[in-house]
């Protein structure tokens, strides 16, 4: 069952606004038919404390993740993710998160992976819920299970691995989306959010950098179609060439990848999830330090 879609005049100029939902919307249709509500957070500690009534939680590193061969859980283990949380293959999927959402893009972006047809982001994810100081519960809801057929994952359209990536450098679009000391090199941290040891610092060869930070006002909330085009038209990115979004895990990127997929409608967009994690970490993959994108491998100081 479809929900209709939130018509607020602040996502009109989206190219699909209806991958958008504000606080005012779901508060008015929470605990309607058809509609779940699903919170996914850097801080795992942040449900427990309160959520959105009604909202189950999904934890990435927990529920997406399988921890041997490091890549996501299969089609028989996400469907019974689903059956697990009460979520019905036609259910309406709102999907919030702290930091922005984050982690609730990258949730979103698995969704989407595993072919759920109707998954909305809250625009402002948890903080905007906060902010308006709407209601919380500390009730974790047991939903009936819902038979979730098991689903096919695609990777092949919004996801892409380092092989190809390092095989496709100088063909389109790379844009590194962490902060701009990461990009240079001059800062590598090996805490920051969440973020694994790496070897080096610096960027992938041609990448331009796009703070993910400069998508979003300070109250986490999406800026403008028309600041977000600017914005990439500054930076150099080409919106009809294959596009590559990257940060240090994947869950930044996965932000901008809903920016650019669903706000300006960018029609190739993969996210590499293996992101700085990896390509820092491995032998003789090409880097370039400093604030020039670089050229091909071979001309990049490593």
């Given amino acids: 069952m479809t929900v209709p879609f939130d018509p607020h005049p602040a996502f009109a100029d989206y190219a699909h606004p209806d991958r958008l939902v504000s606080a005012s919307w779901l508060s008015a249709r929470l605990g309607i038919d058809g509609l779940k509500v ?18 189950v939680r999904i934890d990435w590193r927990r529920d997406l993740n399988d921890p041997v061969t490091r890549d996501f859980i299969d089609g028989e283990q996400f469907a019974a993710l689903m059956n697990d ?3 019905a293959k036609d259910d309406t999927v709102v999907i919030y998160g702290d930091q922005s959402n984050w982690w ?6 698995v969704f989407t992976m595993f072919g759920h047809e109707d998954v909305r982001l809250l625009n402002g994810g948890r903080d905007a819920w906060m902010a308006e100081e709407r209601d919380t519960s500390f ?3 047991d939903y009936p299970p819902t038979n979730y057929p098991v689903p096919v994952r695609d990777d092949s359209t919004h996801r892409i691995f380092c092989t190809d990536l390092l095989d496709n450098i100088g063909r389109g679009t790379i844009v590194d989306v962490r902060l701009p000391e990461e990009y240079t090199g001059e800062s590598n ?3 920051s959010y969440g973020a694994v040891a790496t070897m080096r610092g610096g960027h992938i060869p041609t990448a331009v950098s796009v ?9 986490g909330r999406f800026k403008s ?5 600017k914005l990439y038209a500054q930076a150099g990115a080409d919106p009809t060439k294959p596009t590559v979004v990257y940060c240090r895990l994947g869950e930044r990127s996965a932000l901008t990848w809903f920016v650019l997929t669903y ?5 190739a967009v993969r996210n590499y999830d293996g992101s700085w994690a990896e390509w820092g970490n491995m032998v003789r993959m090409p880097v370039t330090r400093g604030s020039e994108p670089g050229d091909m491998p071979g001309s990049a100081a490593t």
Avoid at 38 to 54: K, R, T
Avoid at 263 to 267: I, N, T
């Fill in 104 to 109: 609730a893009a990258f949730t979103f972006w």
């Fill in 85 to 87: 949380k009460g979520i």
């Fill in 225 to 229: 179609r028309e600041d977000l085009d």
């Fill in 211 to 219: 703070p993910w930070r400069r998508t979003v006002h300070p109250n």
């Fill in 189 to 191: 941290p090996d805490d």
């Fill in 263 to 267: 706000l300006l409608g960018w029609p």
């Fill in 38 to 55: 699903v919170e996914s957070d850097a801080d795992a500690l942040l449900y427990d404390i309160g959520h959105i009534p009604g909202a």
């Fill in 139 to 141: 009730v974790v809801p």
